[in-house]
């Protein structure tokens, strides 16, 4: 039985901006059995001029930005919402075929507290507006997409496959129905591989060169006692919690506030670093701990994997993806220790390093905790 396996993806939007510009930008994902579309837009737009709290102009640069959008009450998002659903549906209308697809709305953005909106060049806050559907059993043909928008501003497409870019195009409204590209099963394999690849690539990038706190923290690890055995304890137990929290948080079973989460890795730096100053050696107190932070620094992984692509079906490979290439990159960082250490471990000033390192970790981790929590 051939299945049409795809991913089309993405679109970091710009504004639908009615009569003030020319362009959209939005996200379609096509998996074996479900698809989602995805468009990032300006939130005034939805809101009538005769709604609640209603602005006597609400295009102003600036003026609705992250603030003006925390001001809106529940009943103002009702109204914000059901806008949101009936403009989309006037110019957005995906197809299989001859056949129109069922659709469901949400929108990611107002799931999870305290919301935190994208803004575009002119500091106006952008609403994710996300559509759902089911497809066939076995989805014969090619996926369309009709791209109706009463402005005529055009719509800016990227299509990946399962992660992978395959083309970008620009759907001129009015256009007619627009075929995406269809791929039979004989290439479903080395897809797969790539996708694969992708998720430990982008594991691996989070830790380097993109995680300083992580770093950090494995630093802090590696300067308690720099020899392997009390080394692979704590890294051991870290790699458990985190893997833990990291699947919890991505298959929706648990969730935390992202500003808790973020404050408490900055602060499990600057202790991990203080109580290097004082311990000179590995008590199972301290694996404890470690396995303790290691379920925080999981719930900070876990929300990087949610601002990438996650598919709608399994999110097996992605997990086991991008945590193969978080433990690469941590061994990495620690292999790189090693080596630059080998020779100094066993010299007399060696001790008074490993305190000033510390305490320059524990430095930096305590000035991010404050800057996390209060600015």
Not at 33 to 56: C, H, N, S
Not at 184 to 195: F, Y
Not at 256 to 274: D, K, N, R, T
Request: glycine share 10%; net charge negative.
């Amino acid at each position: 039985m051939k299945i049409f396996l795809f991913f089309l993806a993405s679109v970091l939007s710009s504004p639908l901006w009615g009569h003030y510009g020319n362009f959209v930008r939005g996200e379609i994902l096509v998996g074996e059995k479900k698809w989602e579309a995805t468009f990032w837009m300006e939130g005034w737009m939805f809101y009538p001029e005769a709604g609640p709290l209603a602005k006597d102009d609400p295009t102003i640069a600036g003026s609705s930005g992250q603030g003006w959008m925390d001001s809106l009450d529940d009943e103002a998002w009702k109204v914000m919402k059901k806008m949101a659903e009936a403009d989309v549906r006037n110019f957005f209308e995906p197809r299989l075929e001859d056949k129109v697809l069922e659709v469901a709305f949400s929108f990611p953005d107002l799931r999870r507290e305290p919301w935190k909106f994208e803004l575009n060049a002119n500091y106006n806050a952008l609403l994710r507006i996300r559509m759902e559907g089911e497809l066939p059993e076995v989805p014969m043909g090619s996926f369309s997409v009709i791209w109706e928008e009463p402005d005529e501003a055009d719509l800016i497409l990227k299509v990946r496959r399962l992660g992978v870019m395959l083309e970008a195009r620009t759907i001129e409204s009015g256009s007619g129905a627009q075929e995406l590209l269809v791929f039979s099963a004989g290439g479903e394999s080395e897809v797969v591989e790539a996708s694969l690849w992708s998720w430990v690539k982008s594991g691996f990038e989070h830790i380097l060169p993109k995680g300083l706190d992580h770093i950090l923290f494995i630093l802090g690890l590696f300067l308690l006692v720099p020899k392997m055995k009390p080394l692979l304890s704590q890294t051991v137990a870290f790699t458990i919690a985190h893997s833990i929290t990291l699947a919890l948080v991505v298959l929706g079973t648990i969730a935390v506030p992202g500003l808790f989460v973020e404050a408490a890795i900055a602060l499990s730096i600057g202790y991990v670093g203080l109580e290097n100053l004082w311990v000179k050696e590995l008590k199972p107190r301290r694996v404890v701990f470690v396995f303790v932070l290691g379920l925080l620094h999981g719930m900070g992984f876990a929300s990087v994997m949610q601002e990438l692509e996650l598919p709608t079906g399994s999110l097996l490979k992605p997990l086991i993806g991008f945590n193969v290439g978080v433990e690469l990159g941590q061994v990495a960082i620690l292999g790189g220790a090693f080596l630059l250490t080998f020779w100094a471990v066993k010299k007399a000033g060696f001790e008074v390093f490993r305190k000033f390192a510390s305490l320059g970790i524990a430095g930096v981790g305590i000035w991010w905790t404050v800057e996390r929590v209060w600015f």
